[in-house]
């Protein structure tokens, strides 16, 4: 009923009243979608708008990595995040050949990612996944993996080794890093 002339509501007012609910609720819902999409707008368009490029990192002193060997060298990521961890550091092998001469190899099989293990004794690392073979100096021996380890880029800077981290470098993207050795 009208609450002011005691008669039912009539099928206009009823109308108005449902339609504009009916709006209300859409645009409820329209503001809670919006309000859920910008964190996943912002996880997937950031790095595009805000692009962080690779940065020089110390892996330490010349007299740390004996010549004619390979060694392995955790590092902090220069483009890890506070909430990172463990995640937040990279791995690499510095093969020092001789002298001020090196090939820093990303750790990552260039196949599927995998960590790829270096053994002294075979002079070759080897990817457990899926059975892929690298040379000493990186080149792709047998195996799935289309190319040879990824190489970063380094120098060396007052007796100290340099090499430019960020990026984990992938097919697409390689990054600072380059193929590295001969392919088969």
């Known amino acids: 009923m009208n609450s002011q002339s005691g008669e039912p509501p009539t099928m206009e007012t009823a109308t108005t009243r449902r339609g504009f609910m009916e709006w209300f609720s859409w645009a409820l819902l329209g503001l809670g979608s919006v309000a859920m999409a910008i964190p996943i707008l912002g996880f997937f368009l950031g790095p595009i708008l805000k692009p962080r490029a690779d940065e020089w990192v110390d892996f330490g002193p010349l007299a740390d990595f004996p010549q004619n060997s390979?060694?392995?060298?955790?590092?902090?990521?220069?483009?890890?995040?506070?909430?990172?961890?463990?995640?937040?550091?990279v791995a690499a092998y510095v093969r020092r050949i001789e002298g001020e001469t090196f090939q820093i190899f990303s750790t990552h099989c260039t196949h599927l990612g995998c960590p790829v293990s270096w053994f002294k004794e075979s002079g070759l690392y080897m990817c457990p996944c899926h059975g892929g073979v690298y040379y000493e100096d990186g080149g792709h021996a047998s195996g799935p993996p289309p190319r040879?380890?990824?190489?970063?880029?380094?120098r060396v800077e007052k007796d100290r080794l340099m090499v430019k981290l960020g990026h984990?470098?992938?097919?697409?993207?390689?990054?600072?890093?380059?193929?590295?050795?001969?392919n088969s």
Do not use: C, I, W
Request: proline share 7%.
């Open 148 to 154: 040879g380890l990824y190489e970063f880029e380094h």
């Open 168 to 182: 984990l470098p992938t097919l697409q993207d390689p990054g600072s890093a380059h193929v590295s050795g001969k």
């Open 70 to 89: 390979t060694r392995l060298v955790d590092v902090l990521n220069p483009l890890r995040g506070a909430n990172d961890g463990m995640t937040g550091k």
